[in-house]
C-alpha cells in the first residue's frame, strides 16, 4: 500500500524545446515555486555573476547553453517532482533522446514569436514515437509574436497532433493583458511586476475599463470562436500523447507560469507500467527495479567520481539494499546515494517508482542496464541507441599520456555523448557524435579533467550501417566504406555519401545494412 500511495505522488518529466525558446527560465520559476531558490538566475547572467541553477558544468555558464542533463527533484503541493532539464543546444540530441526514456510526460516549451524550430520537431518525434503524453507552453507573450490561431495551426500541421488551449491570450508585447482560463471560468489579469489577478467571468462586467479595451474584445471574441469550433478536451487522448493541452504565458515576466505549473502537476501521469523482455512491470510491484540512461563522470571536478543515473520503475529503494545486475548477474550493495539539484547533491536514503537517483558508479555500469532486487532479472526495453551523424579521428597530442588519454576517452563514452569506434585495419580511434559541440565539450573536459590534449581529425559526416559479423567481409570495404567495430564489438561500415552506400548495396545485394534510427522506431 505504501508503494502505491508513494508511487502516485510521482511526477517526472523532462522540458524540451529549441534553444532559446526560455527552457531554463522555466525550469528556474518551478525551482523558485519549490522553494528550491530565493530568485531565479537567467542563463547568460554572466556580468552579474549568476547563474542558472540546473547549468552546471564549467562550459555550460562560459556559453549560456545547457550541454548535459540535469536532474532537479523536489516538494510541491504533496507531490514528488523529477524534473530532467534536457540539452537544449542540437548537437546534444542523444542525450536528450534517451533522457526521455526516463520520463512519464514532457513539457514542451514553444517561442510564441517564432513557432515551431528544428529541435522541437525533432525532440517532439521521439516523444510521438514512445507516445509520451506532452503539454504545451507557448512562451514569451511579453513580446509581439505570432497569431494564437496561427501557432496553432502550426503545431496541429507540423507536429500531427491535437491541441486544446486551456487558456487563450489577451494581446502581446506591450499590449498584453492577460489571458482567458478556459477550465476555470476566469481572466487572470497581468498587472505587471509579476501581479496576477484572477477575475471570475461572471465579474468581467465590473471592470469596465478592461472590458471595454479593443484588445480585450478582440480576443474575447476569438475565444467564443474556440468554444464553438475549437476541440474537446479530452484527457485520455492527452495521456495517449494524441491531444496536447496549450498555455499562454511568459517564462521571464513571469506570467502564467505558476497557474500552467499547477494544472500541469495535477494532470501529468503518474509512473506507468514498463517494458521488460516482453513483459509489463507494474510501478507497484513490491520488489525494486530501474534502468541506468545516463552516466556522468566528474560532477564533482575534486573527487573524479562518476555518478548512474537511474530511473527506479517500481517498488522502494532503500540506501544499503542488494541488487542485481542484469548484465552480468552480480550482486551488488548500493551504499552511495544522491538526490540532485543540479551540482548539489543530498544522500538518498529512500526512494519509489517514478524517482531519478543518482548511484556511485566504480566503473562497472552501463548506460541501459537494468538492477533488480532479488535474484530474478530481466531486463527493460527502453534504451535505443542512436546513430552518430560526424565522425572524428582521434589522438593525444603527447604520446607519452597514452594512459589518461585511453581512461578519459572510456569515461566520457561512457557517459553516452560520443560513441567510441575502433578501425579494423589500423585500429585507430574514432568518435561519432550527433554534432560538432559535442567534440568541442569533449576537447574541453579531455584537457580540463584528464589533463591530456587530443587532435581532431575530420573525417566527414559519415552514413552508418550496422552488419551482421558472418556477413562481414574485410575485402569489400574501403576508405568510401570505412568498416569498424562498435564498443561492444559489432561491425559497422562508414560510407561516405549516399552515392556510396547505394553503389555497396547494388554490388553486394545480400549483406544486410542496419539502420539503427529505423530500428529504434519500429521497435516501440
Known amino acids: 500500500m505504501e508503494i502505491h500511495d508513494e508511487m502516485k505522488k510521482r511526477r517526472t518529466f523532462a522540458i524540451i524545446s529549441h534553444p532559446d525558446a526560455g ?35 564549467e562550459i555550460e555558464k562560459q556559453r549560456g547553453i545547457s550541454v548535459t542533463s540535469s536532474v532537479m527533484n523536489f516538494e510541491y503541493e504533496g507531490y514528488q517532482v523529477n524534473i530532467l532539464d ?35 520537431l525533432k525532440l517532439f518525434k521521439v516523444c510521438k514515437m514512445r ?31 491535437q491541441t486544446y488551449a486551456m487558456n487563450w491570450p489577451v494581446g502581446m508585447g506591450k499590449r498584453f493583458q492577460g489571458v482567458f482560463d478556459r477550465r476555470n471560468d476566469q481572466f487572470i489579469h497581468f498587472t505587471g511586476n509579476e501581479q496576477e489577478e484572477p477575475i471570475p467571468n461572471a465579474e468581467l462586467e465590473k471592470h469596465t475599463e478592461l472590458v471595454e479595451n479593443e484588445t480585450f474584445q478582440a480576443a474575447y ?17 492527452v495521456q495517449r500523447g494524441e491531444q496536447t493541452p496549450v498555455f499562454f504565458g511568459s ?76 548484465r552480468t548477474g552480480k550482486e551488488i550493495k548500493i551504499a552511495q546515494t544522491q538526490q540532485f539539484v543540479a551540482s548539489s547533491r543530498e544522500t538518498l536514503e529512500e526512494a519509489y517508482a517514478g524517482d531519478i537517483i543518482g548511484i556511485y558508479d566504480p566503473n562497472i555500469y552501463r548506460i541501459g542496464d537494468t538492477l533488480v532486487q532479488g535474484k530474478d532479472t530481466f531486463h527493460y526495453d527502453e534504451l535505443p541507441q542512436f546513430p552518430p551523424e560526424v565522425f572524428k579521428k582521434v589522438t593525444a597530442k603527447n604520446v607519452m599520456k597514452a594512459k589518461q588519454f585511453r581512461k578519459g576517452i572510456e569515461q566520457l ?41 587530443v587532435m581532431l581529425e575530420d ?47 547494388d554490388k553486394n545485394p545480400d549483406i544486410e545494412l542496419i539502420d539503427l534510427f529505423e530500428v529504434n522506431q519500429y521497435s516501440q
Open 221 to 237: 471574441e476569438e475565444m467564443e470562436l474556440l468554444e464553438e469550433a475549437g476541440e474537446e478536451f479530452d484527457m485520455e487522448a
Open 23 to 57: 527552457k531554463t527560465t522555466l525550469t528556474e520559476k518551478f525551482l523558485l515555486y519549490g522553494n528550491l531558490i530565493r530568485n531565479a538566475g537567467t542563463v547568460k547572467g554572466k556580468k552579474s555573476g549568476k547563474f542558472a541553477t540546473s547549468d552546471w558544468m
Open 251 to 326: 517564462a521571464l515576466a513571469p506570467f502564467g507560469v505558476e497557474t500552467f505549473f499547477n494544472e500541469f502537476i495535477h494532470m501529468a501521469p503518474q509512473p506507468a507500467p514498463r517494458k521488460a523482455d516482453g513483459d509489463l512491470i507494474q510501478p507497484d510491484k513490491e520488489e525494486f527495479s530501474g534502468f541506468i540512461f545516463k552516466i556522468q563522470a566528474n560532477m564533482n571536478p575534486a573527487h573524479r567520481d562518476r555518478v548512474a543515473f537511474v530511473r527506479v520503475c517500481s517498488g522502494k529503494f532503500e540506501r544499503g539494499m542488494k541488487v542485481t545486475l542484469d
Open 413 to 453: 563514452v561512457q557517459e553516452g555523448a560520443i560513441q567510441l569506434f575502433k578501425g579494423v585495419r589500423n585500429d585507430d580511434f574514432i568518435l561519432g557524435a550527433v554534432g560538432q559541440l559535442q567534440y568541442e565539450v569533449f576537447q574541453y573536459r579531455m584537457k580540463n579533467e584528464y589533463n591530456v590534449e
Open 459 to 505: 573525417i566527414g559526416d559519415r552514413i552508418p550501417r550496422w552488419l551482421k559479423e558472418e556477413q562481414v567481409d574485410k575485402k569489400l570495404f574501403d576508405e568510401r566504406s570505412l568498416l569498424v567495430k562498435d564498443r561492444e564489438d559489432n561491425y559497422l561500415a562508414l560510407f561516405k555519401n549516399d552515392f556510396s552506400l547505394r553503389w555497396f548495396m
Open 86 to 120: 534536457t540539452p537544449g543546444h542540437e548537437d546534444f540530441s542523444e542525450d536528450t533522446y534517451r533522457t526521455l526514456t526516463a520520463v512519464d510526460s514532457v513539457i514542451m516549451i514553444i517561442d510564441g514569436t517564432k513557432g515551431i524550430e528544428a529541435q522541437t
Open 131 to 161: 507516445g509520451i503524453p506532452i503539454f504545451t507552453f507557448i512562451n514569451k507573450l511579453d513580446r509581439e509574436g505570432r497569431d494564437p490561431f496561427d501557432l496553432l495551426k502550426e503545431i496541429e500541421d507540423e507536429l500531427g497532433i
